[in-house]
């Protein structure tokens, strides 16, 4: 069999899924992958790692009621492949001995729809070596041109190359090539006792030469000014306060506070409490909420999710009332949400799962200014760090650089700042949203591995949140 | 190269010898992988997922006639596979740094420690199955407020790992590991939902401490029913052990000399033999400690894992290496590298414990201890709010305040401070050490932290 995916793979695919339909499945689905990915690193002005790698392999799940087996392997042979997919029959009972003569379970598959068809010269098309080592150490340099204290420079790159084919036993046949690349660049500012530390990453999908199109002086410039802000900034003064959080990445709030509760996969655990909530008022009136696959070039678009169907434009969200969850094949099987295109998996070792893509809150009719002007006290989060929810819904995220917000007016930087607190209480308190909606690049790590995402917002106010710190 | 039992150490060795040769390549190394693992998860009595996976991989690391180093991946270990990983290290090897060549390790031919950990019998994804289920009905039926357990799973696996390289070394080790974990979710009417659970690691499934891990997830997470929001302010903090070791994991830059050398770590070369903790603190690296159930007995490069002293006495006593770093600061290397064009160090299993012959002139208990204080279980989301290269922290926790013995759940609220202020307002290391899967640590007492709640 081609290393490559195509038409050729459909007979063994075909055999295959016949296999698990006449052993009584309900349905089995084959996920095929190839990856070639290459990372770089250039710390001050030299390249210090160079990590090519190269990747395939299988992820096979087979239904039966509602539960599923998954196995994945490296061995994409047919042996190998049918051994894995025996393995997954056995774990639900279904053995292939008893091979039924219901040959009308699976009737073939479909014609193959082929996403990727005008992506084949996508990875030639990228950066090579050469260029994308001189690209990060015109970074380095850059940043040496314009920082001060810079006590270590970095910049880094990653091209992630996949190549996959989907084939179920409903006739679902889709292959599809995803690019993902990303640029970043960060610095370890000291002087003396003071010291920030301050990254920024910039990504995007299906877009060969985008590293060719990174505005060096600008990042360089973002990183430069943060981490010399934040160098001799006071810890924040904890406690309760109202914040505004500025737009692109102040979009974690959102992903982390409620975004990962309207995944199936919480309905399923029963960790969300928006589970029966559908219809009803959860968020403040100002609060629209979307989450897509759509967005041109974002990190998180995609042209068919891992189940090989075409992500759909999902509201969430509208003036604050629930529309519906984001939802793959075993959350529709087991919640009855129907899929959104959402079925998303780090690389055929996970099986998919109900994962955000392009999530963010819609635009709203203010100024960013006329948010900061309602704050008498409280804090502005210009940029974030990362953050996490937990089985309560409770959730936390930092904040990398933060200023105070006094009689409407930014004051100082603060630094050291937490924000923790609770879906159900703090979507209430998001009471003004701004008119200057921006996306932002980031990673999403949960039950089916670390996926590409963007997040984003306009500038948004809560009305009260607590904000750890000293 | 890698069949169902696993990698053939020698084919691996001739294939890429005889693909170097062809290349034109002298030295190469190659660290391998291969595991078979399967894994339960249960909702209310019911299968949910049941998982298996075969995985294997290599990398390769080749050295070019001008001496450089280039590095690639690869979980194709069929002969194209090695080929186009051979191939595509020597091509990155044109990007090698000058200036920080890897060498062989100088130990990767010494004899390694003796490791008793022997490969337990692997019983299968239905037999899991059947202990998971008994397991979350024993737990759901310990409380009426326990009416999910979210998250769990039983797993057991069987891992082989070697390393082989171009002078002759090679190093080969197999070993078979189970987990169970169980996170319970518990919620009263009019109440906020509240969780616990607890994690057990085992050579094989059947010695997992099933009924431990019951026990525990309950108690955690039906203490924290009658939780109350904490005043923002100072308080003492007793810290568990896994809280404690969790925190100094995330700060373990501090003893990595790649961080020291790369100018991130709160460290420097000069640090060596200066005060870091209280002196009443010692703390070992010690990856062969019997409580470390994924004890490896050599690293990424070859070396020999040995109990490495990084505190002694309050002071900073040695670094954690790779052989690249202990050539740069004239020592041996450590056991602690992974494998790489720029080698990555990181710590095995910290254990800490006061210095022999000292004390902290404190006697305090967390169990008995009438003085209020905030006794911290958990430590959250570490990722975020860790600034290592800064010292500073702002974590999400669980726990509670202990007020003149008693303890109430502490809702919602953060801790934070500094890592080299917290080593050094140690207030007492209590007795009694415990194993955990992080490490080895007694209850640890630190003065004054700053604790933000709602209240």
Redesign the interface.
Known sequence: MTDVFSNQWRDLLETLLNRGARAGSDLVEVFLERTNHVGVLAEQDQITSVNPSFAKGAGLRVFLGGRDGFVSTNDLSQEGLTRALDQALAMLGLEVQSLSSSADRFNGLNSLIDHGDTKNDWLNRCPTLVSASQRLLEGTSELDRIGQHLQVRRGSYSRDWQEVLVAASDGTFARDIRLHQSTGLSVLAADGDHRSSVGRRYGSTDRPDDLLQWNVETSAAEVCQSAGTMLRAEYVDAGQMPVVLANRFGGVIFHEACGHLLETTQIERGTTPFADQVGSLIAHPSVTAVDEGLSGGSFGSLSMDDEGMEPQRTVLIKDGVLQRFISDRAGELRTGHQRTGSGRRQSHAYAAASRMRNTFIAAGPHKPKDLLASVDRGLYCKAMGGGSVGPTGQFNFSVEEGYLIEDGQLTKPVKGATLIGDAKEVMPRISMCADDLELAAGFCGSVSGSVFVTVGQPHIKVDSITVGGR | M?TNNGLNASELRDSLQKLATREGIRSWDLGAACSDDCSVQV?RG????????????ITVRVWNNDGLV????????SDP?LE??LV??H??S????P??IPHFSPLAKAPLPELNRPLKERRG??PLLETLREAEADLLSRHPSI??V??NGLAESLSQSLYLNSDGALREMQRTQASLYL?A?AEETGR????GGALRLGLGSAELDIAGCVDEAVVRTVSHLAYQPIE?GTYNVCFTPEAFLSLLGAFSSMFNARSVL???SLSKRESIDESLAVPFLSLHDDGLHPGHISAAAFDGEGTPTNNLCLIDRGKLKSFLHSEATARAFNVKPTGHAGL???VSVGPDWFVLSTSEGCSSGNNLDQSTEKDTFVLIEDL??L???V?A????F???FDGWLVKGGERISVE??????DIRTVLNSILHLETNCEITHRGVSPHVWVEGL?I???A
Request: charged share 20%; hydrophobic share 25%.
């Open positions: 890698a909702d019911e299968a949910k997922q049941l998982k298996a996976s075969q995985r294997s991989s280039g590095i690639t991946s690869t979980t194709d270990l596979g186009q990983a595509g290290a091509e990155a044109r990007f090698g740094n200036d920080d994804i239905l009416q999910t979210p998250y996170y979710r906020k939902p509240r969780s923002t790369d100018g991130v790489g064009a720029k959250s989301a990722h975020a709010g600034k290269t800064q010292g500073s702002s974590l999400p919602a609220a953060t801790v934070a401070g700053s933000t709640g709602e």
